[in-house]
């Protein structure tokens, strides 16, 4: 065979249901080899030549058989079949030569992999049909002199660690050690090779693998389909000559399906504090590197060191990538264009992938030559112990190696009849001599518990009958079905089968959802009912037999479980109708809102994994609106996770990327804590924590047209929050000044080019910012606010502490020596951003303060609580008082509006006619009115500032009973003043406007 580089082929799968509901278009197109992909936004197209482009997006149809077949009179369409055709005969007919062969399926989750290797139902994929094209094979040989042998093993790697399938029982919690021999390589120490004779063992081998696969991704949490699955299957072909020699022909055929890609780079550039990456994504991400660095090598790059060593994964396809094999990759595809970022760097990977080369070689050499050479390393090993003098763990090392080549020296010696038979044994051993069929024929009498994954070849594995009688589930070892997971207790369900009809109880505080509600009480369960335990173990109900359709149970897959569960958390979603003619904006909604429903199980194991191991720390995952939030609405939505720490609490806003950082982190941590570890105690890596920073509370924007008009600026701003809520009203203004620094009055409006080569001075300030949300929430809390003019160094205020109206006393005065055309520009299309930042105290100052609190003044219940009363009182006068503001600043908008159609006027040097005059007059009426109403409102909140400064007397100024009476009847006659001023100048203001609009329409 010439050339041995890397077989590359992708393939592109249909709609799914989601997909579907976006009323997603096919971004996908196919032309011989060649695959092109276009991007939604723009259009633009990149094309891929590839060994194998295979179309399964349409063009095909299902038979009797639920088989999926080209459509009849097209072509287009490729089946399993011809997959197998094309790249499992080659990988047989390599096997069957004596070489090693490899395939692995790369993409993101739900692209396809396992359809492709493991396939679905009558529609077999690779992998299945594979093995039974070798037993067909196998059993047309007639030649007694050769002796052809299979054994399969197959393994999972999750969090680097390797878990034998094949074994029941518990394995031992750090995994399979990986070790090296100068022969094989790499190889997993202790890993079950079992012996098989036919495909029907293999079948259920494979059964038993995926059953023993999905109780370890419920019981670790795992909802995202996160672990790597790689079966080997071993084919030994035993050859004796003439002479009564034997030769051995072997080849080593590994089948791996990989974890998602999607999860390759949550490590990636997410700014955290903690950078080490976690353990989930390092043979996803080592992977990558690997392959980048074979391609380089490839590419005729010298001194390129592949990192083979640094993950699981990479050491046990050290001969698949690069080495001794004949190696195939599938790259599997989405077609939507909701996918579109994950889908081009999938095609990337691939078209990496397919420069590497390899050096196959055949795998043959005299049996005797083996015994000989085990034999032989057997002296040497003894030699090196039998010297001594070495370190402990070497000789403990020796002694490990002279165990296992003593192992397979014995294993060589019986004969395969004899393996087969040992293996058959095992296999009785290890299912209690219970029929299989025997088991199955149970959940086709009575209702049960099938349980949901959200990788779907995982779903529907495990069914826990409910016999007539009590069923319980639970941690428990008492419980008839032992279920682990995060937020399951000890005994967490009791389910009871009268024979027709089945009820579940929660035990007390156990989480349990169904159908999306949470369960308070004994409830019947009704046929199809959807069933949450605790944070992420989630099954459907399988009512009785005479309940039962076919095929009815398909509906209710993992996005069906979680789009119900966020419906009930009050995310509406359009579950079935698809969507038409969808525009770009709303395939940006859809895939932001997709992202939001993905977080969602994510998030509530990170409250869970947060409870059980008693950080007091709170995730809830929230859409940025940039309308809201941005006056210009720079950037898109995004979600943004917000985490609050509940005993302090301290808020922080992470990114996506972030938390699904540290969610791995955590998942660790939960891992290790499960395994009885003792947990690292210091903050410096602890993924719950964070120092404390600055919040970004909102933003305004001023346009700074006006100025270059020489027109000052004062306005009111109203800033939102990430939820969309109003945090604060900000008044900002800006002033030119002349060469003293002095104001310059109204009379100065000038044209902008007269400004040209002048000298030109403004001043900013930010005089008051009131309702300030985020302190009124928490008087612990305090704002800040800053901006950057011309891009100079950022302009920052002080800190206001526990404020909700607060004066930041913030000026800043711009000299701008002489005026360019530049300086023109800048301010007719620059806007100023002025931000709202929020502070919180250090924790560690926070217990000094809190402290120092307590052994403060001594003061009376009863007048602190009066106290507390005024402070509300004075705070809703002061949201009476914003909202009069708000009036206030529309009427100013309108004002301004008329401003600007003056200004207009007179650049067009039209001649100032009646009309214009009467606008004049009016303007001047309603700056009147609104100048009068600004002055009453000034006093009202002098008279504010003095209530607030009484009760500072009376909270903090002595012990003395008699002085906070005495502040406190003061308060409450000047809240009376403040209550009959406001009703009078809103009055006022009301006659001034109605006036003017009479005037107006005169
Ligand atoms: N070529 C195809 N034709 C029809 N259906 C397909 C095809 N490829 C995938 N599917 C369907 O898409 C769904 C997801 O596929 P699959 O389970 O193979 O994804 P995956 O890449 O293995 O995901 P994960 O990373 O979660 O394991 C399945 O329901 C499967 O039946
Ligand atoms: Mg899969």
Known sequence: MPGDSVKVAVRVRPFNQREKNAGSSCIISMSGDSTTIKNPENGSTKMFAFDYSYWSHDSFQENGEGVFTPRSGSTKYTDQRRVFQDLGQGVLDNAWQGYNA??????????????????????????????????????????????????????????????????????????????????????????????????????????????????????????????????????????RNAGGESNTRSSDINLVDLAGSERADSTGATGDRLKEGSAINQSLSTLGNVISALADIAGGKKNVLVPYRNSVLTKLLQTALGGNSRTI??????????????????????????????????????TDRLIRELKEENARLMAALGKGGGKADDSEELQRLLRENERRMADMDKTWEQKLEEARREWERGHGGVDHEEEQAEWRRLPYFTNVNEDTQLSGVIKHCLRVGETTFGKSSTATYIIRGLGIQEQHAIIKNSGSKVTMEPVKGAKIYVNGIKLKAKQELCHLSRIKFGSSCLFLYVGQVSERKANDEKEYDYDYFMAELAEHRGVAIDLQTPKINESMENLKSYVLFQEFMDLLPQISEANAISLELNKGVKFEAEIKTPASHDALQHGGKE?????????????????????????????????????????????????????????????????????????????????????????????????????????????????????????????????????????????????????????????????????????????????????????????????????????????????????????????????????????????????????????????????????????????????????????????????????????DVKTVQGQISEIKEYAKMSQHGSSDNGNIKKALGKQEQKLHEVESKLSGCVDSLKESVANTLRKAKR
């Not at 994950?342 to 992938?353: I, W």
């Not at 109203?718 to 009055?745: C, S, W």
């Not at 928490?778 to 302009?795: H, M, W």
Request: glycine letters at 6%; proline letters at 3%; charged letters at 30%.
């Open 639 to 935: 979600v943004i996770i917000q985490v609050t720490n509940e005993k302090t609490k301290k808020v922080w806003i992470w990114s996506k990327e972030k938390f699904l950082h540290r969610k791995d982190l955590m998942e660790e941590l939960y891992c290790r804590y499960m395994d009885g570890e003792s947990l690292p105690m210091g903050r410096d890596t602890d993924p719950f924590w964070d120092p404390v920073e600055d919040i970004f509370l909102g933003s305004c924007h001023i346009m700074l047209q006006s100025l270059s008009y020489c027109v000052e600026i004062d306005e009111h701003f109203t800033l939102h929050n990430y939820h969309g809520k109003e945090e604060a009203v900000m008044r900002v203004k800006i002033f030119p000044l002349n060469d003293k620094g002095e104001y310059l009055g109204d009379e100065s409006i000038v044209e902008p080019r007269e400004l040209l080569g002048k000298p030109f001075n403004f001043e900013i300030s930010i005089p008051e910012c009131m309702g300030v949300r985020w302190c009124s929430e928490d008087r612990s809390r305090g704002v800040y606010c800053k901006f950057t003019i011309i891009s100079k160094e950022p302009v920052k205020s002080q800190t206001v502490w526990g404020k909700g109206y607060c004066d930041f006393g913030l000026k800043h005065r711009v000299r701008e020596k002489k005026v360019t055309q530049e300086f023109i520009n800048y301010l007719q299309t620059h806007s100023l951003v002025v931000e709202l930042w929020g502070s919180q105290v250090n924790e560690e100052d926070q217990i000094h303060q809190t402290f120092n609190g307590s052994n403060g003044h001594a003061q009376s219940d009863d007048v602190f609580s009066q106290l507390k009363n005024k402070d509300l009182e004075i705070e809703h006068l002061t949201k009476d008082l914003d909202a009069m503001k708000k009036d206030n600043f529309n009427l100013k908008k309108k004002l301004d509006k008329q401003q600007t159609q003056i200004d207009m006027k007179k650049q067009r040097r039209v001649d100032v006619s009646q009309a214009s005059t009467t606008d004049v007059g009016l303007d001047a009426d309603l700056a009147q009115a609104l100048r009068l109403f600004f002055k």
């Open 102 to 239: 490899a395939l692995f399926a790369y993409g993101q989750t739900g692209s396809g992999k396992s359809y492709s290797m493991i396939g679905y139902g009558p529609n077999k994929g690779i992998v299945p049909i594979t093995c039974e094209e070798l037993f067909k094979a196998i059993e047309t040989n007639k030649d007694s002199q050769k002796q052809l042998q299979v054994s399969f093993s197959m393994l999972e790697i999750y969090n680097e660690k390797v878990k034998d399938l094949l074994v029941k029982s518990k394995q031992a919690t750090e995994g399979l050690k990986i070790r090296q021999n100068p022969q094989a390589g790499f190889y997993v120490d202790g890993l079950r090779n079992v012996p098989v004779r036919n495909y029907k063992e293999i079948e259920k081998l494979m059964e038993q693998g995926t059953v023993n696969r999905t109780t370890a991704s419920t019981n670790m949490n795992a909802t995202s389909s996160r672990s790597h699955m790689v079966i080997t299957i071993r084919f030994n072909q035993v050859i």
């Open 329 to 366: 990759m599938i790259a599997a595809l989405s077609p939507a264009d909701i996918n579109y970022d994950e889908t081009l760097s999938t095609l990337r990977y691939a078209d990496r992938a397919k420069k590497i080369q390899n050096k196959a070689v055949v795998n043959e050499s005299p």
